[in-house]
């Protein structure tokens, strides 16, 4: 039963034409990987560039929430082609989901990634973000297998419970000599320098901090909203600061 | 037309396959196409066709492409009883098989053991493309 995979030799050409990939990640879940995913995707769009999001969230899809998504699919060309909402092309398992429970173990997951980089025709983007699940597991991997140009870019919280995991996975980054774009401190609430200690100790960038928006909750589902956030503001703080 | 893109990862496993052993031709490609994912045979066949015709370091003129359709089989890892796609087919929507078609691990979501209901099954046959063998000359 040695079959030969051939979806794995068109992968490269699918994403050929995207200029820069993001996979936003962390060790650690709720600490605003998709918030920080969307939002960065929203807002790199508004500044004119062509810029794609795939959730890659297969359990916990989250993204087409923040970003309000409704009522669309993709079209059937050559592949299948994300829809563009709010000028950002959005792909996600949710437009087969229907929104019900994805239960998938870990070689489902796999499948389920290499179907997706196979079929999708992303067409010539400078920016692709990917929201990734939390932790090191299976679409972490795969991200690392097959999406050979994806530079990360780490988010934690302020607690200690979240550097932990966070830790882990930027050993394992910098053991397999991954590109990390560096560190967001998300969620901050008052002026500490453990977190840029701590990661300037393991010798990656700390990009700076995202303070705790009380009213964040309030502009999800709504770009308008999202766009004049206390959160996006930080976030294009830090942008501002760095060479994406 | 996602047809397409699946047959264009055919093509290009079998052009990486042929620089690999330096063949000029490929005379046979044995492919599987699992009945989970549905694939439309003809948009499929045509599409090798179109594509092969742009490949134009490797010869694949008279390339026999050997189709072969993978009956499926799930078994609950639950309970052990195992069936097959088709079986449990008229039960779902034209939309919750249209998500199988493109994404086959898509019956984890819309479908259920028969016989425990448990969504915890496996795809041991019929999931999607995969090719069985690539033959050709040097
Ligand atoms: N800076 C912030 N201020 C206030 N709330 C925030 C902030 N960042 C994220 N949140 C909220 O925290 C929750 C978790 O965020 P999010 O879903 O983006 O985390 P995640 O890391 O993607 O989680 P998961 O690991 O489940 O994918 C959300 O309700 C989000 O609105
Ligand atoms: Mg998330
Ligand atoms: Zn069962």
Redesign the interface.
Known sequence: MA????????ID?RLRNIKRIISVASGKGGVGKSLVASSLALSLSRKGYKTGLMDLDLYGPSSHIILGVKDVYPQ?????VPPEVHGIRFMS?V????D??????GT?IS??II??L??T?WGSLDFLIIDMPPGIGDETLDVIRFIKDSKFLVVTTPSKVALGAVNKLIWILKELKIPVIGVVENMARNQSFFIRNEIRKTGLHYLGAICFDENLEDAIGDTEKLMKTSFMRDLNNIVAKINL | ??E???A???V??AV??AKRERLRTIDEIII?IGELQQIERDIFEFALKEITKTRKTIGFKKTIFNIKIEKSRLKCRVCGYTWSFNEIRKNLSE??SE?IH?????A???TRCPRCNS??FE?ISG????????RGSR
């Open positions: 079959y030969i995979e051939p979806r794995t030799s068109v050409k059937e060309e050559k592949g299948i398992i437009y087969y989901t229907d019900k429970p994805s239960p998938f173990r489902d499948n389920i179907e997706l196979a079929i025709q | 037309m996602h397409w893109a699946l264009e990862s055919i290009d496993t990486d396959t599987l939309e919750e998500a493109f994404i086959p691990e898509i984890f979501v819309h969504p915890d795809i999931r999607g493309i995969a090719i069985k063998s690539i």
